[in-house]
């Protein structure tokens, strides 16, 4: 069973995923190897999301990352392309009830019920030490009414060291009898132009996978001013103890992660890109460089990793220095000649 990193972490204070003990980290500790270090400059990883300049295309994706700071013991953040916090809302939120995690073949479900302290508390307990890296901190902001998205960002605008925003899309609107903003055009439209007018930075919209045309939907995010997309989010599912019968999560229903989505999720990205002209980003069941190309190839401008960094707290240091030596092995000077490069024709 995938535990939380933060219980990897010593004294550090569990938890998103609904473990109320502490888990002994000997052995986590020592298998988080820490990343040899590659020379610096030989290879051109930098990448443009917008007018967002990143050193490399490796980011933390929200909800696998804690706050960032809970990973800084393991790894230097500073290597990263970017830290994609956990998911803020307008009010502390205590989640989901426990079990927030079942492990499926190759992969996860998980219910957390987007468990957070609150964009008020983040700014004035966690984002003071996250200024003091280099590494582009990008905030994820999710509410259940427009208004709660705006007051998010609105939170967010008044602080320092923020890169971006990125806007979760995949949560119910209440307004609307409880329809995912993601699935309808409009109100995708909707939430993404009041969160533009709120916005002086720039404003990415994570895409839901559960939706029968990424295309339409990536689109009406593009026009009312997202400035990049990002594909996508988990994909509803379940798993059932048949002994009990009951749902092996809290909820009857979680959220679907790791390598067992990342072929349905590369299908996304490819769609949402030939949709759009404005950067996509691909997330989905990373877990080494080849997933990375894979996510360039087809039109990604750059990619987040989640569930791996469960296994592996390091993985996303790992994978960049994967990623640094295929560059170099096969003569790439710059990561983004690959970005878009997919060969239609050859089967
Ligand atoms: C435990 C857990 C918590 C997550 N929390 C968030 C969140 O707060 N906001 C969000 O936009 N995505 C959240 N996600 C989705 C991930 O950022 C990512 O989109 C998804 O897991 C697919 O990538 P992966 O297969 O590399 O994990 C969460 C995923 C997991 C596994």
Request: hydrophobic letters at 45%; charged letters at 20%; glycine letters at 10%.
């Amino acid at each position: 069973m995938p535990r939380s990193p933060e219980a990897r972490v010593p004294g550090t204070t569990p938890d998103f995923l609904g473990f109320s003990t502490k888990h002994p980290t000997q052995g986590a500790i020592s298998r988080a190897r820490i990343p040899a270090v590659t020379v610096p400059g030989a290879v051109d990883l930098s990448v443009n999301i917008g007018a967002l300049r990143l050193p490399n295309p490796i980011l933390a994706a929200s909800g696998t990352f804690g706050y960032g700071v809970e990973f800084a013991r393991l790894m230097d953040l500073n290597r990263l392309g970017g830290i994609v916090v956990k998911g803020l809302s307008l009010e502390p939120m205590a989640g989901a009830p426990a079990p927030r995690l079942c492990e499926t073949p190759s992969g996860m479900l998980n219910a957390v019920g987007l468990q957070n302290i609150g964009a008020r508390a983040f700014v004035a307990e966690k984002l003071p030490a996250l200024r003091k890296y280099h590494t582009a901190i990008i905030a994820n902001v999710f509410g259940y009414t427009i208004e709660e998205y705006v007051g998010v960002i609105r939170i967010l605008e008044e602080a320092e060291g923020l890169a971006a925003y990125e806007l979760n899309i995949s949560c119910p609107n209440t307004a609307h009898g409880g329809i995912q903003f993601g699935s309808d055009p409009q109100m995708v439209s909707d939430v993404v132009a009041a969160a533009r007018q709120a916005a002086r930075r720039p404003l990415w919209i994570k895409l839901s996978p559960n939706v029968t045309d990424i295309g339409i939907i990536a689109r009406a995010a593009e026009s009312a001013g997202a400035d990049a997309l990002t594909v996508a989010n988990t994909y509803q599912a379940m798993s059932i103890d048949v002994r009990t019968r009951k749902s092996k999560l809290g909820r009857p229903t979680g959220g679907l992660s790791g390598p067992a989505i990342k072929p349905i999720t590369l299908r996304l990205v490819y769609e949402a890109k030939r949709a759009v002209k404005i950067p996509v980003i691909g997330l989905g069941g990373i877990e080494k460089a080849e997933d990375v190309l894979e996510y360039l190839i087809v039109g990604a401008s750059a990619t987040q990793i989640g569930t791996a960094s469960f296994s592996h707290p390091a993985a996303c240091l790992e994978v960049l220095n994967q990623l640094e030596k295929y560059c170099m092995r096969h003569n790439i000077n710059g990561i983004n000649s690959l970005v878009s490069s997919f060969q239609a024709d050859s089967a």
